[in-house]
């Protein structure tokens, strides 16, 4: 037992070793796919002795059992990686699929018992996660019994198709997460009726065809996050959050981001601020003819709306009579799994390579969010496209989330500093924007703030602090599932839960609120759309055209401007 300890130690840590350098000195500039900067030295690695000592005895124990059983009798593999009758008909197989899960733990083990700075821990539990996804023997087609056994029944026929769905995705530059020829933004995605009614060098305002007689008098204005298209709010006719709006009767505006080219390589933050999101609260007001509007933000859109809203009352004006914020950071002091890519020399890193201008590529930025879950949004497509031939099926979630787009230089440079790296939103007076020094206590409006429980872009706890943030009337309802399913939610598919405290109070942190919040089935819609009602006045008749006066139909929606590929 002892020489078995030692040898765990020496070898494990040597194994360990190896999977932090390879992920050593690589940030999100030199990786390309946004991998977080390790220590720049790897001193002797030391761990909690009573955390080794375990570990030592339950490897031990637990290798022990593996090898006696050896081949004889398969083990157990709760792993949906190895899930297929194959892995447990191969006793080959399915002793190195145990094995491989026996050393997954193990090194996710010693992650945790490193004795360093959490911030440190966090790095190399991420690192080493990484690691292990890329080494599952599921990746490989010498060790995939699963595929091997696709390829003999299909007398090869498999291999032939995995090599032609790997040169297809060499080719469009990303794995394919679903077969995207089956769909076209326009025509079976983003159909809900509508025309582009304004349009400048930053964005397209879309105004929506209303399907009730009357609309309610404020006009509703979504602004969705600009890392992404603004579709993800209008896939299908059944699971539309704007023909939702729509049909409860809201005077229905969206902002749809241009994708960024090189003639935009320069544009900052202020330019998103003033250009964009102000101004289209301003061309929704004089379109409406209303003095204020109700506007919803969701992710780094919500960000943005809440920032604009903050220079609009630095100058004394209220256009927004009340906002929306979905799963959105204001304070960024619980940033989750992301904070393992930020800090001083990453974000210096882009500010030299990107702040005077440039862009941030938007397949740098979908790698980045997929490799925070590689085994569901990478390592999983590798092996059905290219190991079994297989065509990923039908999905329109999918679909939008492969349809990326870059960010300006500078814009991005200025958020990564001012928002993860030193929380700046949240400290009155310290940012100026569009020459106004920001202060986002001043923002007495009523707001609905909307976080996802599983959220692993937005921590439910980053969403929960903007009640802390915001002095106005606040409703926070809590949503299942993650950062897209959750939002993207409908009613009538009468899925998932919301959390709502009925006594409508907000305490400290995300988890004293939740001792007192009541689960209730289905999706959080109603609640914010009773909520919305409240707010969007007298209802009036509904208007005939799009537009008014100078703002007049440019062209049909979804516009020109979501079609543009990064």
Same mark, same amino acid.
């Given at each position: 037992?002892?020489?078995?300890?030692?040898?765990?130690?020496?070898?494990?840590?040597?194994?360990?070793?190896?999977?932090?350098?390879?992920?050593?000195?690589?940030?999100?500039?030199?990786?390309?796919?946004?991998?977080?900067?390790?220590?720049?030295?790897?001193?002797?690695?030391?761990?909690?002795?009573?955390?080794?000592?375990?570990?030592?005895?339950?490897?031990?124990?637990?290798?022990?059992?593996?090898?006696?059983?050896?081949?004889?009798?398969?083990?157990?593999?709760?792993?949906?990686?190895?899930?297929?009758?194959?892995?447990?008909?191969?006793?080959?197989?399915?002793?190195?699929?145990?094995?491989?899960?026996?050393?997954? @733990?193990?090194?996710?083990?010693?992650?945790?018992?490193?004795?360093?700075?959490?911030?440190?821990?966090?790095?190399?539990?991420?690192?080493?996660?990484?690691?292990?996804?890329?080494?599952?023997?599921?990746?490989?087609?010498?060790?995939?019994?699963?595929?091997?056994?696709?390829?003999?029944?299909?007398?090869?026929?498999?291999?032939?198709?995995?090599?032609?769905?790997?040169?297809?995705?060499?080719?469009?530059?990303?794995?394919?997460?679903?077969?995207?020829?089956?769909?076209?933004?326009?025509?079976?995605?983003?159909?809900?009726?509508?025309?582009?009614?304004?349009?400048?060098?930053?964005?397209?305002?879309?105004?929506?065809?209303?399907?009730?007689?009357?609309?309610?008098?404020?006009?509703?204005?979504?602004?969705?996050?600009?890392?992404?298209?603004?579709?993800?709010?209008?896939?299908?006719?059944?699971?539309?959050?704007?023909?939702?709006?729509?049909?409860?009767?809201?005077?229905?505006?969206?902002?749809?981001?241009?994708?960024?080219?090189?003639?935009?390589?320069?544009?900052?933050?202020?330019?998103?601020?003033?250009?964009?999101?102000?101004?289209?609260?301003?061309?929704?007001?004089?379109?409406?003819?209303?003095?204020?509007?109700?506007?919803?933000?969701?992710?780094?859109?919500?960000?943005?709306?809440?920032?604009?809203?903050?220079?609009?009352?630095?100058?004394?004006?209220?256009?927004?009579?009340?906002?929306?914020?979905?799963?959105?950071?204001?304070?960024?002091?619980?940033?989750?799994?992301?904070?393992?890519?930020?800090?001083?020399?990453?974000?210096?890193? @882009?500010?030299?390579?990107?702040?005077?201008?440039?862009?941030?590529?938007?397949?740098?930025?979908?790698?980045?969010?997929?490799?925070?879950?590689?085994?569901?949004?990478?390592?999983?497509?590798?092996?059905?496209?290219?190991?079994?031939?297989?065509?990923?099926?039908?999905?329109?979630?999918?679909?939008?989330?492969?349809?990326?787009?870059?960010?300006?230089?500078?814009?991005?440079?200025?958020?990564?500093?001012?928002?993860?790296?030193?929380?700046?939103?949240?400290?009155?007076?310290?940012?100026?924007?569009?020459?106004?020094?920001?202060?986002?206590?001043?923002?007495?409006?009523?707001?609905?703030?909307?976080?996802?429980?599983?959220?692993?872009?937005?921590?439910?706890?980053?969403?929960?602090?903007?009640?802390?943030?915001?002095?106005?009337?606040?409703?926070?309802?809590?949503?299942?599932?993650?950062?897209?399913?959750?939002?993207?939610?409908?009613?009538?598919?009468?899925?998932?839960?919301?959390?709502?405290?009925?006594?409508?109070?907000?305490?400290?942190?995300?988890?004293?609120?939740?001792?007192?919040?009541?689960?209730?089935?289905?999706?959080?819609?109603?609640?914010?759309?009773?909520?919305?009602?409240?707010?969007?006045?007298?209802?009036?008749?509904?208007?005939?055209?799009?537009?008014?006066?100078?703002?007049?139909?440019?062209?049909?929606?979804?516009?020109?401007?979501?079609?543009?590929?990064?």
């Amino acid at each position: 037992m002892a020489q078995a300890a030692e040898q765990f130690q020496q070898a494990f840590t040597q194994s360990f070793s190896k999977a932090l350098e390879a992920f050593k000195g690589l940030d999100a500039g030199a990786a390309g796919a946004g991998f977080p900067a390790m220590p720049e030295a790897l001193p002797e690695i030391r761990f909690v002795p009573e955390r080794l000592e375990a570990l030592q005895k339950s490897y031990t124990e637990e290798a022990l059992k593996l090898f006696t059983q050896g081949m004889t009798q398969p083990p157990a593999l709760a792993d949906r990686r190895f899930a297929a009758p194959a892995w447990h008909d191969n006793p080959v197989a399915a002793y190195a699929a145990a094995a491989y899960l026996l050393n997954a @733990r193990t090194m996710m083990g010693l992650a945790e018992a490193v004795e360093t700075d959490a911030k440190t821990k966090n790095r190399i539990r991420f690192a080493v996660e990484q690691w292990m996804a890329a080494a599952s023997p599921s990746n490989f087609l010498a060790l995939n019994a699963e595929a091997q056994k696709k390829a003999i029944e299909t007398k090869g026929e498999s291999i032939a198709l995995g090599v032609k769905n790997l040169v297809h995705d060499l080719q469009q530059g990303h794995v394919s997460m679903t077969d995207e020829s089956l769909f076209e933004v326009g025509k079976n995605v983003a159909t809900t009726e509508g025309a582009v009614v304004f349009e400048n060098e930053l964005f397209q305002l879309i105004e929506y065809k209303p399907l009730t007689a009357k609309v309610y008098e404020k006009p509703f204005l979504l602004v969705p996050p600009c890392i992404n298209k603004f579709y993800i709010l209008d896939l299908q006719p059944d699971n539309s959050l704007i023909r939702y709006a729509v049909e409860l009767g809201h005077r229905t505006f969206v902002v749809s981001w241009r994708n960024p080219d090189q003639s935009l390589a320069h544009k900052t933050w202020d330019d998103y601020i003033e250009h964009a999101v102000i101004k289209a609260i301003g061309v929704t007001q004089e379109i409406s003819g209303s003095s204020t509007i109700n506007a919803l933000g969701f992710c780094v859109g919500g960000t943005m709306l809440g920032t604009a809203l903050g220079v609009l009352a630095a100058r004394g004006e209220k256009p927004v009579d009340s906002a929306t914020f979905l799963t959105t950071f204001l304070d960024f002091s619980d940033t989750g799994i992301l904070d393992v890519f930020i800090d001083e020399g990453m974000v210096k890193y @882009r500010e030299a390579e990107l702040g005077k201008g440039g862009l941030m590529k938007g397949q740098d930025l979908a790698s980045t969010f997929s490799f925070l879950r590689p085994n569901d949004l990478v390592w999983n497509y590798v092996v059905g496209n290219y190991l079994k031939g297989e065509t990923p099926p039908p999905f329109d979630l999918l679909y939008w989330n492969s349809d990326s787009t870059n960010l300006p230089g500078p814009y991005y440079a200025w958020y990564l500093r001012n928002t993860y790296l030193e929380n700046n939103l949240k400290k009155p007076g310290k940012l100026t924007v569009c020459g106004e020094k920001l202060d986002l206590s001043a923002l007495d409006i009523p707001v609905y703030i909307y976080g996802s429980r599983e959220d692993h872009i937005v921590p439910i706890g980053g969403a929960y602090a903007s009640t802390q943030l915001l002095p106005g009337k606040k409703r926070f309802v809590q949503g299942a599932s993650g950062h897209i399913a959750g939002v993207i939610n409908p009613p009538s598919k009468n899925k998932r839960s919301h959390w709502i405290r009925a006594d409508g109070k907000l305490p400290k942190t995300h988890a004293q609120w939740l001792e007192g919040a009541v689960e209730h089935p289905g999706s959080w819609w109603t609640d914010w759309s009773q909520w919305l009602k409240g707010h969007a006045g007298k209802q009036i008749a509904a208007p005939k055209s799009y537009g008014k006066g100078k703002y007049k139909v440019i062209e049909a929606a979804p516009g020109r401007y979501v079609q543009a590929k990064a």
